[in-house]
């Protein structure tokens, strides 16, 4: 039974470049929640999808942008990436019905250096 | 400023000590959750606590929700090299997705054989 998977688990890119990084979710899940995790921080909640649509979305700007597929799969696209981009992204999933606290499984990240 | 407050930041202890570490808010979380992170993977969840006062164990670890909902601690009993890693409590606000947590800053642990 596969987790989260994430690709690619490192990225090297310079300003001003956009990014796509891919999320497979654990099977059976089919909510998608994304994270940002700099150096020496907890990670930061960018938004959630589910059933194809962006649900509830942090404090980040325009530029970080995503979707998920039929396949509960999700994108997490960062246009003019910035030095202060620099950092781990996560990718969490979980099973949207249920109780409340469904848990959610990480996948081990995407590490983005941007030069 | 940090909705979360993890303390102590960094933790240095020997094989075989206990320790406690805190996760403090001014706000009231539904639930709590506490995860561990080893350098180079994502957060593994330990345990969510949900009910004011609650306690829980998985085996040397010793979860406690505080009564009022705003506060948690993490006690590990003979602490060994494999409890080393980031430790992370992150809340659920009322109303809050299943997606939404808030995240404290973490306690990077190492423990000295």
């Known amino acids: 039974d596969a987790g989260v998977t994430q690709s690619p688990t490192h990225l090297i890119k310079t300003r001003g470049q956009q990014v796509t990084l891919r999320c497979s979710p654990k099977s059976g899940h089919d909510t998608v929640s994304w994270y940002q995790q700099a150096l020496g921080q907890g990670p930061q909640f960018i938004f959630q999808?589910?059933?194809?649509?962006?649900?509830q979305r942090g404090n980040f700007p325009d530029r970080f942008s995503g979707h998920q597929f039929p396949n509960y799969s999700s994108e997490l696209n960062v246009n003019a990436l910035l030095l202060g981009d620099s950092a781990l992204y996560l990718c969490?999933?979980?099973?949207?019905?249920?109780?409340?606290?469904?848990?959610?499984?990480f996948g081990d990240g995407t590490r983005l250096s941007i030069l | 400023t940090q909705l979360l407050e993890q303390s102590p930041q960094f933790l240095s202890i020997q094989e075989g000590e206990n320790l406690t570490v805190y996760c403090n808010s001014s706000s009231v979380f539904s639930s709590l959750q506490w995860y561990r992170q080893e350098p180079g993977e994502g957060p593994v969840l330990l345990v969510t606590v949900v009910t004011g006062g609650e306690v829980k164990k998985l085996k040397r670890l010793t979860f406690q929700f505080g009564d009022a909902r705003k506060d948690s601690s993490l006690h590990i009993t003979a602490a060994q090299t494999g409890d080393t890693g980031l430790y992370l409590c992150?809340?659920?606000?009322?109303?809050?997705?299943?997606?939404?947590?808030?995240f404290g800053k973490g306690t990077k642990l190492s423990v000295k054989p």
């Open positions: 999808y589910y059933e194809e649509e962006e649900r």
């Open positions: 969490a999933s979980s099973l949207r019905s249920g109780a409340g606290n469904q848990p959610q499984h």
């Open positions: 992150a809340g659920r606000r009322y109303g809050g997705s299943q997606g939404n947590l808030i």
